[in-house]
């Protein structure tokens, strides 16, 4: 793929994503149909199906990026010999810092509005995440009586709810002071857990 291609193809899936969400915003996830995202996008339905499967793997698609940048400022963070509780979940500033930039599509895409693909894709990016901190602290000898998952499970859904109430909140957190109370509650909860 020549690079012009290669900008042609990522111009065409932004369009599509952006369509997407613009839509997300309007109604719910379900009651979006390909044909609406293709039009908001001035797009082709066989541009979209070069692209994409379905409307759910054009949004998952959109979870990609943000998911790759959170797993490398991950890896970054467990590779410094720091702390570990410094290094524990550093993905959960800039999970929260994308969140609050997108604040007027988020609490769709997480609420009733985004329903549950939306909700499901979401939990899954946490879960993975949440997962490989967890790992790195029971590989450093720390095993309880805890199983790991059950770990894992608790807190990338704590890390969820604490999103949707944030976003959904009246009171005006910043995104340091919602990093600040996750640390709170995780790392003593993973040190307890692991025990």
């Known amino acids: 793929m020549t690079r012009k291609e290669n900008r042609r193809v990522q111009r065409t899936q932004q369009l599509l994503q952006q369509a997407l969400l613009s839509l997300i915003k309007e109604k719910a996830f379900e009651a979006i149909s390909v044909q609406?995202?293709?039009?908001?996008?001035?797009?082709?339905?066989?541009?979209?199906?070069?692209?994409?499967?379905?409307?759910?793997?054009?949004?998952?698609?959109?979870?990609?990026?943000?998911?790759a940048r959170l797993k490398e400022r991950q890896r970054e963070a467990l590779a410094r010999g720091s702390n570990l509780d410094e290094r524990l979940f550093a993905f959960s500033h800039e999970l929260l810092a994308h969140a609050h930039e997108h604040r007027e599509v988020f609490p769709a895409m997480v609420g009733k509005r985004g329903g549950a693909v939306i909700q499901h894709v979401l939990r899954r990016l946490l879960v993975e995440l949440v997962r490989d901190d967890v790992k790195a602290m029971a590989s450093q000898g720390r095993a309880g009586p805890v199983p790991s998952e059950a770990i894992v499970q608790f807190l990338a859904n704590g890390l969820f709810g604490l999103l949707v109430w944030w976003l959904n909140g009246r009171m005006r957190l910043t995104v340091e002071e919602v990093n600040e109370i996750f640390r709170r509650l995780a790392v003593p909860a993973v040190r307890a857990a692991l025990r």
């Open 36 to 67: 609406e995202i293709i039009d908001r996008a001035n797009v082709g339905r066989a541009t979209f199906y070069a692209h994409y499967d379905n409307k759910e793997d054009l949004l998952e698609s959109g979870f990609d990026g943000l998911q």
